[in-house]
């Protein structure tokens, strides 16, 4: 019965797995960065993958999501965010486990254990869940471009093929100088907001209160589609086959004691990342909810508005210009990851191995489609609208990647001593859950009208 629904392939295979049989995830950087005996450079070593897995809380998606959740209910979806932290740090920490202790990421995983007819749509929905990440993407860099610099959003989507070149010579200069990339500019999104938090000043008393959970949230559902949509573009399916492959770029050794302290390590990295991005993730929504929401406007949704009114509402002019820098810095860093996880989708499914340069073209062509084709219809309006669809279409897209995760991850023939304890084991199975049924209550309530 398991060979009829194509998943026979897990009996048998984990010692393969164990093994490391295969090629190994993203080959041209698989434990490129070399991990110390002993000391705080060896502690050092590790950390890193969880910040490029962090860029998903602060992508331009985010953005639009958070902008709209703030400014039409106040504080109420910081419970959203803080689950939707919960959940990316369980469901990070499983990545990292199924790449340390079984060699494999998780779409070789996939590949692995299905059967085609179940595979091939897998690796479709994981590549439609890219292209949703670089249409918020392209949409992003180019409005902040378009508020920098006063580029026409038109031209702005075509400059964004462009950050191919940034991110194949980062490449070549080795695995760190991207992830340092990345950090850079994650304290550069950092400073902005923390001082636009600031000069907002939000009630403080609500912003607490916000934090949590309210069943209203399930009763109504707009802010329900709001607080999918957060829930996609937090715990993004692309960032979970890029942290399994990722991790794998550290020399940790194969002995278990060795994978163990890699494991551990590999879990602090995440969680602490994710902590810190949750802060940032929080900082939009209340920047949103203090500027907007508490003065009756509950309309904004779009990038542009937000950044032409946010300087009246907080009477400084240096407000806008932090805004676009900080919204340029989160188009930037997602295409670094976008093209990662793009990279090691494509080679773990199919095993198909194409130069960076030719698959970052493919993906981001067929992106900028239907970005330059809604900025030259609607212009800046429908940008929006069109962002927060990709977050929605990224958190339907989530179970198809989170169940295989979970599943093999609990698998004890594939993942040995390393197996997800018991208790991880039913939390993430209950997360797996419940992004299920919330999913499945946005479609209901979809075709219910």
Known sequence: MADQFGIGAFAGKGDDWRQGRGEAALADVHGSVQVPKAGLRRIAAFLGPGYMVAVGYMDPGNWATSLAGGSSFGYTLLSVALISNIMAIVLQSLCARLAIASGRDLAQACRDAFAPWVRVPLWALAE?????TDIAEVIGTAIGLNLLFGIPLELGVILTSLDVFLILWLQKKGFRWLEAFVIALLAVITACFGIQVVLADPDWRGV???????VEIVRNPEMLYLALGILGA???????????????TRAYGETLPEKRE????????????????????ASILILAAASFHAVGRMDVAEI???????????????APALFAIALLCCG???????????????????????????????????????????????GSSGTGELLILTQVVLSLQLSFAVVPLVMFTTDRGKMGALVAPLWLALFATLIAGVIVALNLKLIWDFFGG
């Open 128 to 132: 439609l869940a890219i292209i949703a």
């Open 208 to 214: 607490v209160l916000g934090f949590a959970p309210t």
């Open 234 to 248: 937090t715990v993004m399916p692309h960032n979970l086959y890029l942290h399994s492959a990722i991790v794998q």
């Open 262 to 281: 890699a494991l551990t390590w590999a879990t602090w990295d995440s969680t602490i990342a994710l902590m810190f991005a949750l802060l940032i993730n």
């Open 304 to 318: 542009d508005q937000a950044h032409a009114l946010i300087g009246p509402m907080l009477g400084d002019s240096v």
């Open 332 to 378: 930037l860093n997602s295409t670094v990851t976008a093209t990662l996880a793009g990279q090691a989708v494509m080679e773990g499914f199919l095993q198909m191995k194409l130069a960076p340069w030719v698959r970052r073209a493919v993906t981001r062509g067929i992106a900028i489609i239907p970005a330059a084709g809604v900025t030259i219809l609607y």
